[in-house]
């Protein structure tokens, strides 16, 4: 969708003959029949009147194409300003301007991000930086949009920052990689010429806004060049080999999507415990997908599995292009019906009733993600819901599917890759924690390295010489403990004094990629930071809502830490629900556990600062046999 075009005649005649905001604010509403937010006016108002000064240059084609306000299809990313003519030679060219209103920023120290105060006088946030978003645009276009690549699109991005003067931090060579790609203009008369400059080098002649059409109008799909470079990195990675019943999914899921329609929606649900190689097929299946000419993305609540895997998946390819095909749960409420050929849902137990950070969006993403997409596919455990608003169990997912008529296909992923191939140690861990009985009530370590510590110094000394190897092993804990140093990075969050033990849970700025961050072995990661991933071995710290007394284990819910939003709300349901909501929350907890306690393929070590507890787990290891004793020889 484009709010407004036309030419650079006609957007000066609007400019110098109307109020160039009330123009685009009726085609606003005309185009989403909502009235545009006055700020936004007052944005529109500033920005457009500067870019009318610009494009006021003899040399710049009178019939050029002007592009207000271009929604990137299937994202919520909108483009300022677009101008489209041909060069000298004929060639379709396209210019992206990136239109900010900034007079300050601050730098930091992270790839292509600034701290700006964004959408008015609002508080500073964290945000890309103006070139690498322009850039970030132009390369959505590139790979999705069938008429920027087919007819060979030359794409110009730029920002145009116009009350902004040049200070050291907005133009600062840390962001030098991104302001080549998408050169910024600033304040200023010699600004100006640059930026004038910079269009006529690139659009000689206009095209009466006919290519912004057909980019408007363009299929999207993802090209051929971005499904074969993702095919080739997943080529000879052992990581995404296909073994067994995955391949059997794999196939079955694909073989859904192709025969999916309007008409004939699809839904295939994919049970798998830990270490089942859920997500393995689910990338796979996102490449194939795509690869076949399907609009596709791998979606997950938790960002930590698609930020990890999209940075595994992106090697040297554009970060953006591959991030497009990640997505949160969150975002599908708004989305048209049947948009997705294709929805690869991951971690689907994690999927909630209502959407955004205040819960104030949607309704149901369940319901949400099966009506946007023609064929919807779920990995769910429903042993992995870890918090009081997670409601993608299988047997919901079946009902609300069957109740958009959607035909659906059970599966499981059965083979154990996790926890080095022993069935046992999760049949042993289901016991020990209350989960469900087995008959495993005693596990061997010599099938699985399960041990419990007396210290939590001793527990991380031995992980941090298992990661010294291959970067593959983390400590985890409960979410006892405030995060504190978020606000104080001086801080430590959790401390045992009595060993001189204090580390603070996983910094902000790894953010989802704490656990491929090399300098991470240092902080303890959470349940929000590891689900869904895996490592060789795994350090839990058990805290105190979980401990063990009189030979059970018994859980605890007002030992969470009052930051955890995973129980948030307990105890005024106990009020109405007393029964219930303990029930709820019992199951969550030791589900906690559960996930932490298997996140390592080869081994987990455990500390409690409880001694009953760290007792309850080593009486139910399996003692070697004793050794028989020689013959006497009297």
């Not at 990890?308 to 949160?328: D, E, P």
């Not at 993600?369 to 990995?379: D, H, L, N, P």
């Amino acid at each position: 969708m484009i709010v407004y075009q036309g030419t650079k005649a006609s957007f000066i005649d609007d400019h110098d003959n109307s109020s160039i905001e009330d123009v685009i604010a009726s085609r606003y509403l005309q185009r989403t029949g909502r009235y545009a937010p006055t700020p936004e006016m007052r944005s529109w108002k500033a920005s457009l009147a500067e870019m009318a000064k610009v494009l006021r240059d003899t040399g710049i084609p009178d019939d050029i194409g002007v592009g207000v306000e271009f929604g990137i299809p299937q994202t919520s990313k909108r483009i300022d300003f677009i101008l489209s003519g041909r060069s000298e030679d004929g060639r379709p060219k396209l210019i992206i301007v990136e239109l900010k209103q900034w007079s300050e920023a601050r730098l930091t120290n992270k790839d292509g991000i600034i701290i700006a105060r964004r959408g008015g006088p609002g508080r500073e946030t964290e945000g890309p930086h103006p070139s690498y978003q322009a850039w970030s645009y132009a390369a959505l276009l590139e790979g999705f949009n069938e008429a920027v690549y087919e007819a060979g699109v030359e794409l110009s991005p730029c920002a145009f920052l116009h009350n902004y003067v040049s200070d050291s931090v907005i133009d600062n060579a840390f962001y030098a990689p991104y302001i080549e790609k998408a050169p910024l203009f600033l304040r200023g008369s010699d600004e100006l010429r640059k930026l004038r400059d910079f269009i006529k080098q690139h659009v000689r002649k206009g095209d009466n806004g006919n290519l912004i059409f057909s980019i408007e109008n363009g299929r999207i799909r993802p090209s051929k060049m971005l499904a074969d470079s993702l095919a080739g990195m997943l080529k000879g990675n052992q990581e995404f080999v296909l073994v067994d019943d995955q391949k059997t999914v794999f196939e079955t899921a694909v073989a859904a999507a192709a025969k999916a329609s309007d008409q004939k929606k699809q839904c295939v649900i994919v049970r798998g415990g830990p270490g089942t190689g859920k997500s393995v097929v689910a990338v796979n299946l996102l490449v194939k997908l795509s690869r076949n000419g399907l609009v596709s993305k791998y979606v997950s609540k938790n960002a930590a599995p698609r930020t990890v895997y999209a940075a595994k998946l992106a090697g040297t390819m554009r970060r953006t292009v591959i991030s497009n095909l990640f997505s949160s749960s969150g975002g599908f409420h708004s989305t048209d019906p049947n948009a997705f050929d294709a929805l690869v849902v991951d971690e689907a137990h994690r999927l909630n009733a209502k959407s955004g950070f205040y819960g104030n969006f949607g309704d149901n993403q369940i319901r949400e993600i099966i009506e946007s997409s023609k064929c919807a596919i779920f990995f769910v455990d429903d042993d992995q819901v870890v918090t009081l608003s997670d409601i993608g169990r299988e047997e919901e997912i079946t009902r609300l599917a069957r109740e958009r008529g959607a035909e659906v296909a059970s599966l499981e992923l059965a083979s154990q890759f996790r926890c080095n191939g022993s069935d046992g140690y999760l049949a042993w861990l289901d016991h020990v924690l209350g989960v469900r009985e087995t008959a495993n009530t005693c596990l061997d370590v010599d099938e699985f390295d399960f041990r419990v510590f007396d210290s939590p110094v001793e527990l991380h000394d031995l992980v941090r010489q298992r990661n010294a190897l291959n970067n593959k092993s983390r400590v985890v804990a409960g979410y006892c403990w405030d995060w504190i140093s978020k606000r104080n990075p001086d801080a430590f969050d959790i401390t045992f004094p009595a060993f001189g033990y204090a580390k603070q849970w996983n910094l902000s700025q790894d953010g989802s990629l704490w656990i491929m961050a090399t300098t991470s072995i240092e902080e303890i990661g959470c349940i929000h930071t590891c689900q869904g991933l895996e490592l060789d071995h795994v350090g839990v710290i058990i805290g105190p809502d979980l401990v063990a007394r009189d030979g059970r284990l018994i859980t605890n819910p007002s030992a969470r830490s009052r930051m955890d939003r995973s129980i948030r709300g307990w105890k005024k349901m106990m009020k109405s629900d007393p029964k219930g909501t303990q029930s709820r929350v019992d199951r969550i907890i030791r589900n906690t556990y559960r996930t932490l306690m298997t996140r390592g393929m080869k081994g987990c070590y455990i500390y409690s600062p409880d001694a009953e507890t760290r007792d309850y787990f080593r009486d139910r290891l399996a003692r070697p046999a004793p050794v028989a004793s020689a013959p006497s020889q009297n």
